[in-house]
């Protein structure tokens, strides 16, 4: 994870003359995370090498704009493997996929390519360690999520899911001295540790993961929230309604003290009635979403008096991700 800074409030823009009081503060760190721009350059890599159509199993991350924008160059998006013609180029989301789709991808011959993030990959290989040590694995994430499915069908035998606090009652275990947690990649921590500590008042032996699951651009977006929520009459976060980063990011101003707080894909879906009597807007954009969709907002925000723009930075992220082996000698300049 990259390592906290102290947080800095500073102005970083100006234009034209603010109305008396009204402010946007941006968080930063906010928008793509090292693995969404490692996916989406990986399928732009896959087209300019294979040429259309490229096929990509479920959205290649969860953002509206940015599967358009790939539609629209050729890319076909598929819900399973079997909409695919044999021997065509395939691509795995940044997701993750289980065994059982490497394998059914296989015996039509596709030719796959897999943009899983490196840090679902990661919890993969847990999963399989613990499952190999004959542990019960409690998977802490959202019942029907793509990612959960992955992990889940590396261990189906040994993975329970665990969909937050209230499901911790359902849960049982076969050896108390032998449980582990896990968790998906882009939960709310806060909510995460809630279900932690319910799932050890009832097993007190269980074991934490070797190392975070839930991911370092999940965290530092929600702290980076968290510090500027409570000066918020109203928090727009930019993000899709399938992408649970995002969720969790409304679901966190929320927590954080903001008075309002909403999702859009789009400015054009920004309400002026929300602005209503607010002075103090806060922006931010789950880990999949472009930097050009919040410059919309922000331009929005601007033609409403709200030209004053502070940025509100928590972290400074530098992580970059290898593309897959396959690609690797395209990597853009
Ligand atoms: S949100 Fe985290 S786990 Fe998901 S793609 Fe980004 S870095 Fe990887």
Not at 40 to 69: C, D, F, Q
Request: net charge negative; glycine share 6%.
């Amino acid at each position: 994870m990259s390592a906290p800074v102290p947080l800095e409030v500073g102005i970083t823009r100006s234009a034209g003359s603010p109305a008396a009081g009204k402010r946007v503060l941006l968080a930063e760190p906010r928008g793509y995370c090292a693995g969404v721009d490692r996916a989406v350059e990986t399928v732009e890599k896959a087209l300019e090498k294979h040429g259309a159509p490229i096929y990509v199993r479920k959205e290649i991350v969860h953002n509206r704009h940015v599967v358009e924008t790939l539609a629209e160059r050729g890319v076909v998006f598929v819900e399973e493997t079997d909409e695919v013609p044999e021997g065509a180029v395939l691509v795995f989301s940044a997701h993750g996929v289980s065994p059982a789709v490497h394998a059914s991808a296989a015996e039509r011959s596709l030719r796959t390519i897999d943009a899983t993030c490196p840090l679902v990959t990661k919890v993969h290989q847990e999963a399989k360690r613990f499952a190999r040590d004959d542990y019960d694995i409690l998977l802490i994430g959202h019942e029907g999520h793509e990612e959960v499915e992955g992990t889940a069908g590396e261990a189906p035998d040994h993975v329970q899911l665990v969909d937050g606090p209230d499901a911790v009652d359902q849960v049982t275990v076969r050896d108390e001295a032998k449980v582990i947690w896990l968790s998906q990649t882009t939960l709310s921590v806060d909510e995460t540790m809630e279900t932690v500590q319910r799932l050890r008042a009832k097993f007190p032996l269980l074991q934490d993961p070797p190392s975070d699951d839930i991911c370092y651009a999940t965290q530092n977006r929600q702290v980076a929230v968290k510090a500027m929520a409570p000066e918020c009459d109203l928090v727009i976060v930019v993000g899709s309604r399938n992408s649970s980063n995002s969720v969790r990011l409304v679901e966190v101003a929320l927590g954080a003290g903001a008075r309002a707080a909403h999702l859009v894909d789009y400015a054009r879906e920004v309400d002026p009635a929300w602005l209503d009597g607010v002075r103090t807007v806060g922006i931010t954009s789950g880990a999949s979403v472009p930097e050009v969709l919040v410059r919309g907002v922000i331009d929005l925000l601007a033609e409403h008096g709200f030209a004053d723009v502070q940025s509100v930075t928590t972290a400074n992220e530098t992580l970059v991700f290898a593309l897959p082996r396959e690609l690797r000698s395209a990597r853009r300049a």
